[in-house]
């Protein structure tokens, strides 16, 4: 059986809260056009950003990992298990975050909650994969890059 786990994010209720504020405040408040249009821009920026990334999503493709971040599935990632040189359970420290981003000196990181990871080497980088489950996704990385 192929593998493939969403983990789900915690940004969403934070996002949601920032997005209800700003939609209640542009509500009550007297304030001119340009504030109340403003403050819609806001609230559809942070609801937009729940789409985005409520989820990540890895999942085994044959010949590449597969990384989603969704539910709308529009950031996606994959990595070819002939690039992968070494892969490890590892933890992300603070600086490493969570989104995608790169960081000086650390690499790669794809994360949506918590300090968990699969770190992967290529020939020219690290990459950081974020998940609950980092045995399980070391195991299916390590078997791949053996074949």
């Not at 969403?6 to 209720?13: I, L, N, R, S």
């Not at 990334?53 to 989603?68: A, K, R």
Request: hydrophobic share 45%; net charge positive; glycine share 6%.
């Amino acid at each position: 059986m192929p593998y493939r786990h969403t983990q789900p994010g915690y940004w969403p209720y934070f996002f949601s809260a920032f997005a209800a504020f700003a939609i209640a405040l542009a509500w009550v408040t007297s304030a001119e056009f340009s504030t109340i249009l403003v403050l819609c821009l806001v609230a559809f920026i942070f609801l937009t950003m729940v789409g985005l990334f409520s989820q990540m999503t890895v999942s085994d493709q044959g010949d590449h990992l597969l990384i989603e971040f969704g539910p709308l599935n529009w950031i996606h990632k994959r990595i070819a298990y002939s690039r992968i040189k070494h892969c490890e359970v590892d933890k992300t420290i603070l600086i490493d975050g969570w989104g995608i981003h790169w960081v000086p000196g650390r690499g790669w990181t794809f994360n949506i909650w918590g300090f968990q990871c699969v770190k992967c080497r290529t020939e020219r980088n690290v990459m950081r994969i974020g998940t609950d489950q980092p045995q399980q996704l070391a195991e299916l990385i390590q078997s791949k890059i053996r074949e």
